[in-house]
C-alpha cells in the first residue's frame, strides 16, 4: 500500500511542479519515486495486508504484479523523457501518466468489484486523454475518440455485469462472492451467468481478446509511440492481473459457464492477430497486432489451469513487457530521426546498437531461445500440453511460427536493405537504459529457474 501511496504523491508532485518550478529535475524525481516504489513492495511481501473494510488487499499475487507495474514504469518514463519536454503541458502530461499506473496498481489489488471499476476508470480516463494528446496529428485524435467511446461501451458491460453478480450474491467483495458461490452451487439464478458472461465481455475488451480488439489496432497505431508503448505493457498488465483476480476466485467454481466461451476467444486471438500481422507494412500497427496475439497465450495458459497459472503468467507478462518496451523505445528512437519516414531499412548501418537491440527484442517476442520469451511460450504450452489442450498447443505453436515470420521481415530489412534516412545518434542516458534491457533480456531467458522459483509463492 505504501507503493501507491508513493504514486499518487508523485502524481500530486507533477501536478504542482510547473507553479513551484522544478519542471526539469521532475523526469528523475519521478524514476527516483518509481524505485523507491518497487522497494516498498518488496517490503511487503510475506506481509499481506488489507485495506479499506478488505476492498484492498496486497498479498503475493497483487504486490509481485505492483512490482512488474512500477519496474516497467521506470523504463518507460526513461524511454519517454523526450516526449515530455517537446510537448507543452508536460506536467499535466506525468501527472495523468501516474495517475494511470495507480489505476494500474488498484487493478491488481482490488477485492471488492467496487474497487475494480474505480482502478479502470482511474486508468481509462488518463489513457484516452494521453492517446490523443498530440494534438496536431489526425490520427491521435481519432485514437482518443475511439478509445473513449469504445472504452465506454466496455465499461458499460462491466457495470452490467457487476450489478447482475451483486443483485444475485448481495455483495460486491470478491471473497464473500465466492462462498456465496459455494453455498448455493445450485441455486444460482440465470442471471447470476449472464452477469459473469458480461464481465467476460468487458475484461475482454481491456485486455484487448478478439473478438473485442477491433479498437487495439487503430488506436495503438494513432496514439504516440510512447503512449502505444504504455498501453501495450503496462496497462496490460494491469488487465491480465484483474482478468486472472476475478476469474480465477470468485468464479472458478462455475467454469462450465464461460469456460468454452474463453476457449473460443483464446483460438481467435491466437490466430486472427497474429495472420493480420504478418500482412502489415507499418512496424508500429506489426507490434500492435502482435501485442494482442499475445494474450492469445496468456490466456490458453489460462485456460489450462485456472487456479494455479499465476507464475506461468507472470513470467509470461514479465517478458513480454521488456521485450515489447525495448521494441517501442526502439521505433521511438526511429521516429525521432524522421518522423515523415519512419524506415527500419539498413537499420543497422544507421545505428548499430539500435538494430541489435530491436533484433533481441523481436526475437525475443517470436520465442527464440534463449531469450526470455521463448521460456514463456515454453512454460505456457507445457502447462497447456499438461491439463489436455493439445490442439490449443498445436494451433499456438503454428501462431508462433506466423510471428516468427514478420518478426524476421523487419529483422532482414534492418541488416540487409539498403539505408534511406540519416544516421541516428544515441546519448548515454539512452544507451545505459538499452543495456540494462538487454541484460533483463537475456538474464530472464538464461536463468528462467531464478524468476520461476521467486513467482513460485506468488
Not at 128 to 136: D, H, P, R, W
Not at 338 to 354: H, I, W, Y
Request: glycine share 6%; charged share 10%.
Amino acid at each position: 500500500m505504501n507503493a501507491l501511496y508513493v504514486v499518487c504523491g508523485l502524481a500530486f508532485v507533477s501536478l504542482v511542479a510547473e507553479i513551484a518550478n522544478y519542471k526539469k529535475v521532475l523526469g528523475a524525481a519521478i524514476i527516483l519515486g518509481l524505485l523507491i516504489a518497487v522497494g516498498l513492495a518488496a517490503s511487503d511481501w510475506d506481509t499481506p495486508l488489507h485495506y479499506f473494510n478488505d476492498m484492498v488487499v496486497f498479498d503475493h499475487f497483487s504486490i509481485a504484479f505492483t512490482a512488474l507495474i512500477l519496474f516497467i514504469s521506470v523504463f518507460w518514463f526513461w524511454m519517454s523523457g523526450d516526449y515530455f519536454r517537446r510537448q507543452s503541458h508536460q506536467t499535466d502530461r506525468s501527472a495523468l501518466i501516474l495517475f494511470a499506473i495507480t489505476g494500474a496498481v488498484i487493478m491488481v489489488s482490488f477485492n471488492n468489484m467496487a474497487m475494480l471499476f474505480l482502478g479502470i476508470e482511474i486508468l481509462s480516463i488518463s489513457m484516452y486523454v494521453l492517446a490523443g494528446s498530440n494534438k496536431e496529428s489526425l490520427l491521435s485524435n481519432e485514437a482518443a475518440f475511439k478509445y473513449f467511446i469504445m472504452g465506454s461501451f466496455a465499461t458499460g458491460f462491466l457495470l452490467m455485469g457487476i450489478a447482475l453478480v451483486y443483485g444475485a450474491t448481495g455483495t460486491f467483495h470478491l471473497s464473500q462472492i465466492t462462498s456465496y458461490i459455494s453455498i448455493h452451487s445450485g441455486e444460482l439464478p440465470a442471471f447470476f451467468y449472464a452477469g459473469v458472461l458480461l464481465l467476460l465481455v468487458g475484461m475482454a475488451f481491456k485486455i484487448s481478446a478478439v473478438p473485442f480488439h477491433f479498437w487495439a489496432p487503430d488506436v495503438y497505431d494513432g496514439s504516440p509511440v510512447t503512449i502505444t508503448a504504455f498501453m501495450s505493457t503496462i496497462v496490460k498488465i494491469a488487465a491480465v492481473a484483474a482478468f486472472f483476480r476475478i476469474f480465477s476466485g470468485c468464479f472458478s467454481s462455475v467454469k462450465a459457464a464461460w469456460s468454452i466461451v474463453l476457449t473460443v476467444m483464446t483460438l481467435l486471438t491466437l490466430v486472427i492477430p497474429n495472420i493480420t500481422a504478418a500482412c502489415q507494412s507499418s512496424v508500429k500497427r506489426m507490434l500492435a497486432y502482435s501485442s494482442v496475439g499475445h494474450i492469445g497465450y496468456i490466456l490458453l495458459a489460462f485456460i489450462a489451469n485456472t487456479e494455479s497459472s499465476a507464475g506461468t503468467i507472470y513470467y509470461y507478462l514479465a517478458s513480454y513487457a521488456v521485450a515489447s518496451i525495448t521494441a517501442f523505445a526502439v521505433l521511438h528512437e526511429v521516429e525521432k530521426s524522421n518522423p515523415a519516414n519512419v524506415s527500419f531499412s539498413g537499420l543497422f548501418k544507421r545505428s548499430p546498437m539500435l538494430a541489435v537491440m530491436m533484433t533481441l527484442a523481436l526475437l525475443s517476442l517470436a520465442g527464440i531461445p534463449p531469450l526470455a520469451g521463448f521460456f514463456g511460450k515454453y512454460l505456457v504450452f507445457s502447462l497447456a500440453l499438461q491439463n489436455g489442450y493439445g490442439s490449443l498447443v498445436i494451433v499456438g505453436i503454428i501462431t508462433s511460427l506466423i510471428g516468427v515470420y514478420y518478426y524476421f521481415r523487419v529483422v532482414s530489412d534492418m541488416y540487409l536493405k539498403e539505408a534511406t534516412n540519416s544516421p541516428i545518434e544515441l546519448n548515454a542516458s539512452i544507451q545505459i537504459m538499452f543495456c540494462l534491457l538487454v541484460i533483463l533480456i537475456l538474464a530472464a531467458g538464461i536463468f528462467p529457474d531464478v524468476v520461476i522459483s521467486i513467482l513460485a509463492s506468488a
